[in-house]
């Protein structure tokens, strides 16, 4: 569908940007993957924007705005808020640029993504920590930009980050030889998807565009199905480069028109992806950059025979998180449960424990007892891990059968947060 006069991206725009961006941003490969293409019995192929100089796409949008910003509003400098892959770009935009900015970032922001702005940015860039949510260094953001007169560069609400964005689009369709019957698109603000939607329906029209969410923050998903921009209570900020609270005005006008369909994928699943993407093809990740793969899951009939794009729109990930991704994974495929279990405080009491109720191939991977004086028994919290899923029902008619008295963590998201 051709987008209405009002909200459309101009088409040009894009390509001026791409022009823009020639010496800055790489020029991403589309590659085949084999063993991805084997799996779905279509034609996968993956952009690979975690390639990109600042292993993401975010560079494209920061510069394409910064560059075009008039002399004197250049010399003040810049402000921006992120907790990750926008303040690279923009770090990296300012150094490029020669234009000072202050950054904000909240306080829980890992150092490894403090001292990648730094380096990125070097003497033009000042990191400032404050609050613990994005929502919170973003109000502080705000506040100084309109004291100082300085230019807040947004993530994604913007005409020239929009069309920045775009130039991902440009470069799809300039790689790949043939139609594209499939482009899946990691979606958090808006502003990717709908910068290479503009593009690719102006151009590939027939080509079926299916945006990809987290499930645990539906920003995208509740503003199209309400018509306005949503602000969520909570969401699950674990695919950091997607969880958004809302999405951007633009963005979602846009992506009104352009997007096809919009599935929600759970955290889960995008560990698995994350996982596998690794061992089979030595691909490193991002969970957001995971998204657009995880995914083809939901279209696996359709998509059979056919040729597939999926936007990998980052690799910004710290290794200190593949403990959690894997145990997100194994909860996810049902692999790995979590309880919290009464044991009687005598000698024996946990060997018992293995010889009834654990199976031949479970495995106890956490365990946490607290002894409760002038008491029968104390709880322990158990971390058990399954050869395979179906292995889990025999387990709890075990424990059942044994007079075990417990609480399933993993059904409880309260509790397994605090937890786990």
Do not use: W
């Amino acid at each position: 569908m051709l987008l209405s006069i009002e909200t459309a991206i101009q088409v040009e725009n894009i390509i001026r940007a791409s022009y823009r961006l020639n010496s800055i941003a790489a020029e991403t490969p589309v590659q085949f993957n084999r063993t991805l293409s084997e799996k779905y019995e279509a034609n996968i192929y993956l952009k690979r924007e975690d390639l990109q100089v600042v292993r993401s796409y975010k560079i494209r949008g920061a510069y394409n705005l910064m560059s075009q910003l008039p002399k004197e509003q250049a010399k003040k400098g810049i402000v921006c808020a992120s907790a990750g892959n926008h303040a690279q770009g923009v770090a990296y935009s300012c150094q490029l640029l020669g234009i000072n900015g202050k950054i904000y970032m909240p306080t829980t922001t890992p150092q490894q993504k403090i001292k990648r702005v730094q380096l990125l940015g070097k003497k033009y860039v000042e990191v400032v920590l404050c609050g613990d949510t994005y929502d919170a260094a973003f109000a502080e953001a705000r506040s100084y930009s309109e004291k100082s007169g300085k230019v807040l560069v947004p993530p994604f609400d913007h005409p020239l980050i929009v069309e920045g964005q775009g130039t991902v689009g440009v470069e799809i369709l300039k790689q790949f030889k043939g139609h594209v019957d499939f482009l899946f698109i990691p979606v958090g603000g808006g502003g990717l998807s709908a910068g290479v939607g503009s593009y690719v329906k102006r151009l590939s029209p027939d080509t079926q565009i299916i945006g990809a969410e987290p499930a645990g923050a539906p920003a995208m998903k509740r503003a199209l199905e309400q018509g306005q921009v949503v602000m969520l209570d909570t969401i699950d900020t674990f695919v950091d480069g997607a969880a958004v609270r809302k999405v951007g005005e633009l963005p979602l006008e846009i992506c009104r028109q352009i997007l096809d369909d919009l599935v929600l994928v759970p955290e889960g699943k995008i560990c698995t992806f994350i996982l596998s993407l690794y061992n089979d093809d030595a691909i490193v990740v991002e969970p957001a950059g995971a998204l657009s793969i995880a995914a083809l899951d939901f279209y696996r009939s359709e998509i059979k025979g056919k040729n597939v794009v999926c936007i990998v729109s980052g690799g910004n990930n710290d290794i200190e998180r593949m403990p959690e991704i894997k145990d997100r994974s194994l909860i996810y495929e049902g692999l790995k449960h979590y309880f919290i279990i009464k044991f009687p405080q005598r000698a024996g009491a946990l060997r018992d424990f293995l010889d009834k109720v654990l199976g031949a191939d479970d495995e106890i991977t956490d365990f946490e007892y607290t002894k409760k004086h002038n008491r029968n028994s104390g709880p322990a919290m158990v971390g058990i891990e399954l050869k395979h899923k179906e292995d889990y029902a025999p387990l709890i008619e075990r424990m059942g059968a044994n007079n075990y008295e417990y609480i399933v963590v993993n059904d409880n998201y309260n509790l397994f947060s605090f937890l786990v």
